[in-house]
């Protein structure tokens, strides 16, 4: 009887373990499955690559850079001949950003000139990972994904201004405009 119990009770463990461990798509697992794939670009940006004078910085802005990490860009470009496959990544992206653990900061754009919206995973005031979409219609989508601990949006908006200070090292980020041309 009591190893009858206990078999019992590993089960429920590994049912409880498998099935919190599958959650369904993610940001993250869409990225790894995509980016060595035909018609995307990854791009992991290490935050060193801004180049901010930390001295000038507030303390707000000291204190936001320090609490991201780095960041990952993904990029689809639409080929004309590729219409169906686009219209299919782009409903996959949307679809994961759906999902209530993403919530809503902002949106903006057209459709003449492409649209984003802005999300995070995490709370208000400890947030994990800003989300920024975009999509251009006939030419592609990009994600970006800020990762990092404890960011807080106030103070990541304060930094935003520092940025255009910054010397940037625009190698990488010219590869990910290039892509869309």
């Known amino acids: 009887m009591k190893a ?19 959650q369904g798509p993610s940001l993250q697992t869409y990225y790894v499955d995509n980016q060595e794939q035909p018609n995307f670009l990854s791009i992991d940006v ?21 609490s991201i990490k780095k960041l990952n860009m993904l990029a689809y470009k639409m080929k004309p001949d590729h219409r169906a496959d686009y219209e299919t990544e782009l409903a996959k992206v949307t679809s994961i950003l759906e999902d209530p653990k993403y919530e809503e900061l902002m949106r903006g754009g057209n459709p003449e000139n492409g649209k984003f919206i802005i999300k995070f995973l995490g709370e208000e005031d400890d947030i994990e990972e800003f989300i920024v979409f975009g999509n251009i219609d006939g030419k592609g989508f990009a994600v970006v ?5 404890e960011m807080d949006p106030n103070k990541i908006m304060t930094l ?14 010219n590869q990910f405009t290039e892509f869309f041309k």
Do not use: W
């Open 4 to 22: 009858s119990i206990k078999n019992l009770t590993g089960m429920v463990l590994l049912v409880a373990t498998l099935f919190s461990c599958n």
């Open 46 to 66: 290490p935050l060193s690559m801004l180049n901010l004078d930390k001295e000038q910085l507030t303390q707000d802005q000291k204190e936001a850079y320090k």
């Open 145 to 149: 994904r800020v990762l990092g601990n």
């Open 160 to 173: 935003a201004s520092a940025l255009d200070k910054a010397s940037i090292d625009d190698s990488q980020l």
